[in-house]
């Protein structure tokens, strides 16, 4: 912060000015009103940005899904009533996204659990074994931490890049797998390694968040219950099993609903790696969502407002798990 | 990796108490050393990547360090010549610059004797001499001149919208986290369970509606489209509000009997005391603004208004992807975050870890 004060000589002035000006306009107020309703003068422009681009939204998203057409301003939109959620769930056999009138829908669906499943156990796993590996007496901890954690700041396009840069044909990566007697591949182009990539990228990305988290449940597992554990003769393993595990679970239960939370909404991401390609094999359920009413020809806005709502209930009740869970005093 | 060796013998020196180093040690600095190549790894081979020329980028395998054909003066020639190692008839090897080549044969001539004449040479018989050389101008032709990848207005979008928002995000969650744990007025607690429920509702779930709200204002291709709609982030509202609740309602009533109005209170006691608070949403705030990718590719359609974020993807997107000035380009869109988080490395880990938030 003490890099900021170079700008006071500048910044101090206007502000003065700005605070003297809200002031002589409050005071008045103020006098009227009296002290405690000036809560809501300071509740007020927050609650307006959230009532005009939150909460007015969400109710409006109702309606657009409600509507056909491919009209933006609601009053041009024909009322369909379920018309949209008739179309994404119109399925021969759900299980089976060829015989669905919105296959992309459902493609988009299998993709996220699928993705869901292998990037929050990747995530689970990697992160407890590196909070783990980090909460053990080591050399420069706070640098490996550090290391670790990275590749969470980096934008998701950035992340993307980096990866796609080392995966392309002509790579690094396919050069180091010739060096032990492999055979390049391709391997955003492979339905199975893009899966496999696109799920790898995106624990590689996340996982030093979580392991933060996890790393200072660890920390907070009281030192004594180990001595005491050690008394009894128990050995590493048990120590784990018998003090760790149980006591580490209530933030492993944050991070798991956390990770999927976040799984669910992936985007951005895989949608500068893969496009969601090949084909359709790395699609997920927001892409689906941005290109129905953003990114084609004909904008279904009402098709993208009934899928987002879709993901909206998912999110819904994930959410209330979480509350479920405990109300962990961690919140993001 | 000397310094991985150095940790390693450190730590056989002193462990856990003195207990001999066993191989969970080991098995823990293995996993370390694995991890951080991974993690590194990447990152620095963009970084050595994006400093290797055009003809360097399609080199494969490619080459560790960035290299480049060394080219030479020679008289006569206005131009610079590459250089190549020749093997001659002879069977002895000399160097030479290459005037031109035709079909499989090149014209060569020697650079310390130009007076010698030219050499025909068959191309199977030379190879370039090249020289480690960082080919800076990838960084600096999107700087001056790229016709689809106007970097510097990217780049100025993005530091608007980073910094307006952040400055926007920091004011009016604090004032609504004052209000929220300072004041006693009808609905507070409605307010703010209503802010807090939105916690898991991302902007993902209503594109079309916000789409909608933005375009009605006109801030369609409007950093303020881009700006207004995250402003009132329930994160920071409810960080902010649990730190302020720390702060003791006193202090409060001793400025308010000594003449203060409760816009001094707020500006003049609560902020300053908030200080911390502001600062991790401060961080975390520039973070989110820099790399948010999916609004802004919605709100912003036109080239003039584009983010650094959507400006990488569009030209990364393109049917021939120029990979020298992709790779520089995401060097630079890196680095801002980067330095931030060297400088701040410490604060940024704890604060996380405390705050549960990102």
Not at chain 1, 160 to 187: C, D, M, P, Y
Not at chain 2, 14 to 36: A, E, F, K, M, V
């Amino acid at each position: 912060m003490r890099l900021l004060s170079i700008l006071d000589p500048l910044t101090r002035p206007i502000l003065l000015l700005l605070v003297t000006v809200v002031d002589r306009v409050l005071t008045p107020i103020q006098r009227r009103i009296g002290i405690d309703k000036m809560g809501y003068f300071f509740v007020l422009p927050n609650l307006l940005i959230f009532g005009i681009f939150v909460l007015f939204p969400m109710l409006l998203n109702f309606y657009y899904a409600m509507t056909g057409g491919t009209k933006l301003f609601p009053e041009d939109r024909p009322f369909i009533g379920l018309g949209n959620f008739d179309n994404l769930f119109d399925c021969g056999d759900f299980l089976s996204p060829n015989s669905c009138q919105e296959d992309l829908f459902w493609r988009g669906i299998f993709n996220t659990i699928q993705f869901v499943i292998f990037q929050v156990s990747g995530i689970v796993l990697f992160s407890l074994i590196t909070a783990l590996v980090l909460n053990r007496k080591i050399v420069a901890r706070g640098f490996f931490r550090s290391v670790f954690f990275y590749p969470v700041l980096l934008s998701p396009v950035v992340v993307a890049l980096i990866w796609k840069w080392v995966l392309q044909h002509e790579g690094v990566l396919n050069a180091i797998v010739e060096i032990f007697g492999g055979e390049s591949t391709r391997w955003l182009l492979d339905p199975n390694w893009a899966l496999f990539w696109v799920v790898f990228v995106s624990v590689w990305a996340l996982m030093g968040f979580y392991t933060l988290i996890l790393l200072a449940g660890l920390q907070s597992i009281p030192p004594e219950l180990y001595e005491a554990s050690s008394i009894d003769g128990a050995n590493n393993w048990q120590d784990f099993r018998f003090v760790t595990m149980p006591l580490l679970m209530p933030t492993m239960f944050v991070v798991l609903v956390l990770a999927l939370i976040r799984a669910v909404q992936m985007f951005d991401q895989i949608y500068v790696l893969t496009g969601g390609g090949p084909g359709t094999r790395t699609q997920l359920l927001v892409q689906y969502i941005y290109t129905t009413g953003f990114a084609s020809q004909i904008q279904l806005f009402g098709l993208s407002a009934a899928a987002s709502m879709v993901l909206g209930i998912t999110l819904l009740i994930l959410t209330l798990l979480q509350l479920r869970l405990g109300n962990q005093s961690s919140l993001a | 990796m000397a310094a991985e060796r150095m940790t390693i013998s450190q730590f056989l020196a002193n462990r856990r108490g003195r207990r001999r180093p066993d191989t969970s040690d080991l098995l823990t600095y293995l996993y370390l050393t694995i991890g951080t190549i991974l993690m590194f790894g990447p990152v620095l081979w963009l970084v050595a990547s994006s400093f290797k020329t055009q003809a360097g980028l399609v080199k494969y395998p490619p080459p560790l360090l960035p290299y480049q054909q060394v080219q030479v003066e020679v008289a006569g020639f206005d131009k610079m010549l590459p250089l190549y190692e020749v093997t001659l008839e002879d069977g002895t090897t000399q160097e030479m610059a290459q005037i031109r080549r035709v079909g499989i044969e090149a014209r060569m001539i020697d650079p310390a004797n130009p007076d010698a004449g030219e050499t025909k040479v068959n191309i199977r018989q030379r190879t370039p001499v090249e020289e480690v050389k960082l080919a800076w101008e990838n960084y600096l032709d999107p700087l001056i001149e790229l016709d689809n990848f106007d970097f510097f207005t990217y780049l100025k979008n993005s530091i608007i919208v980073t910094s307006v928002a952040t400055a926007i995000t920091l004011v009016i969650n604090s004032m609504a986290a004052f209000a929220l744990s300072k004041y006693q007025f009808k609905g507070r607690d409605a307010i703010f369970v209503l802010f807090i429920s939105t916690l898991m509702i991302p902007i993902t779930v209503i594109l079309v509606p916000v789409f909608l709200v933005i375009t009605s204002i006109g801030w369609k291709n409007n950093l303020w489209g881009v700006i207004i709609p995250g402003a009132a982030t329930p994160t920071g509202i409810f960080l902010l509000r649990q730190y302020m609740l720390t702060i003791p309602d006193e202090l409060l009533d001793a400025a308010r009997i000594d003449g203060a109005s409760e816009w001094h209170i707020y500006w003049r006691i609560i902020l300053p005391l908030a200080r911390p608070a502001l600062a991790v949403l401060a961080i975390f705030s520039v973070m989110w603004r820099w790399n948010d990718f999916l609004w802004p590719l919605i709100v912003l359609s036109q080239n003039d208004y584009f983010t650094l974020q959507v400006g990488l993807n569009a030209f990364q997107g393109e049917l021939q992807i120029q990979w020298h000035y992709v790779l520089a380009m995401t060097v630079v869109t890196l680095l801002p975050i980067t330095l931030v988080f060297a400088i701040l490395q410490r604060f940024i880990t704890t604060g996380i870890a405390t705050t549960g938030m990102k």
